[in-house]
């Protein structure tokens, strides 16, 4: 296990001098393991009601993440994954409570309803106003006579923020804890998980998930969910969560909504998004007005893979509440909306239509096909080899553009050689990401510069080309021959083919030069792009850039030689 902790029985305490490290308007309780506004003498005498929630800890950055203006009032701390003590939820009551009172918003698990609940009975008895709500919105399982009732899980930030709002807003105690208990009756949630987490102090995780397994409505400290099933693309899984949620809440077309889309702990913001995007689509091919979301991380399971989706079902107050300014260390601020149609987009400038210039270009069309389908062929290959010494999207990318090639080449048949390779170049450097797309883009555009005015272009006119666009990729990309780049492929077969132009077999030694360049490369410790960084780890393995000009060019070769025959 690595974790970036001192010692596993102190992260809670270490976490929290962190947080307060970073946000100088948050305090710790001396004593106890409860952060609260730092203001919180002034606040007791405002007249306001303050809120308190809190639980294990392991969920941040709930629930101490959100304390502040509009939310809560502070947060109570356990250990991870176990329920604060009643004296330490006593202590935050006592901080916070004035005039108006305290609400306790508590998730439903059976430690925290137990001691805050005693906590809150202790605090009447000493003649404080203490009310509380209990947030069960987790929709996998059922609530039966026989089980702990459904679970409280992200869904319970929007609880936060409609109460802080509320109590923000003046409200009394009884119109705050009826306005957190509309919203809990309109909020339910599910989560799907990609892996375990890991337990600081248990040190691996506390199950297995095979490797293409993944387990739908999995509880935010591991326990069991609906069902295990194969991995599926994410539009799916949302699809399965949105009908669950769906017809629980129920919701039914036409209903407005707002969506949090939670990251669970380990799940790249990318993957977030794009689950966002397939719970929006989901809820408007259902008839549901989306009027709000948010989509990052709000309350986890530590090192959880995975996420969770809330849907709150919502009425005009509930909006209003949800759109109320806050501040906290957490809270991103108003949620994006109410989404129209389709993704907003803005239209580029028009560019000018390249208008291909007519010649005999069947021949040349023929060999870049060929190319093209050779790149998609050794994908795998290449993207291996890249994965070795790079970031491993070299054949993910090439092959990408590869693909576009062809779904346009065909238009190019009586098309001369200069704007086919033009072409080339505003396809490869719209498809090709990373350096490739841009250095095979500039070469190919050089080169065709060498063949404007051209209609039938010799040997001699080809080896120019070549050679031109190769120097324009060595200065775009500040390389040089031995620098462990496709230069060490480039270069030798453009100086070969200038040698022999004109020969039979020019094109059979330039390959074989190309080959001989790109064998060097093994022996190479990297001094450009991404491999560079691995130095002499990188000796041993061929440049992968210089192996794919290998693929192209040979296709290339085989292609021209077909057609001589």
Known sequence: MKKLINDPLAVVDEMLAGLTYAHPELARLEGERVVVRADIDAFRMSGRVALVSGGGSGHEPAHAGYVGEGLLTAAVCGDVFTSPSTDAVLAAIRAVTGEAGTLLIVKNYTGDRLNFGLAAEIARSEGLAVEMVVVADDVA????PETAGRRGIAGTVLVHKVAGAAAAGGAS????KAMATQAIAAVASMGVALSACTVPAAGKPGFT?????????????GEPGVRRMPMRPVRELVETILQRIAGELPLARGDRIAVLVNNLGATPAMEISIAAAGVVEAARARGF??????????????????CSVSVMRLGDALLAHLDAPASAPAWPGRGAGPLGGAPAMIAQAQQPAAVPVPGDGAAIVAAVRAAAQALVAEEARLTDLDGRVGDGDLGLNLARGA???????????????ASILRFLSATLRKSVGGTSGALYAAGLLRAARELDGIETPAARDWSAALASGTKAIATLGDARLGDRTMLDALLPAAETLAAHVGESGALDAALEAARRGTAATAAIASRRGRSSYLGERAIGTPDPGAEAVLVWLGALRDALAGADR
């Open 141 to 144: 399982l059922e609530a039966g």
């Open 289 to 306: 007005a989306v009027e709000r979301v948010w989509a990052g991380t709000f309350l986890t399971a530590l090192d959880m893979a995975g």
């Open 209 to 221: 998930l095979g490797d293409d397994e993944i387990e739908l409505g999995l509880g935010i400290h």
């Open 403 to 417: 693909c576009d090639v062809l779904a346009g080449i065909d238009a190019y048949g009586s098309a001369n050689a």
């Open 173 to 176: 105690l009884e119109e705050v």
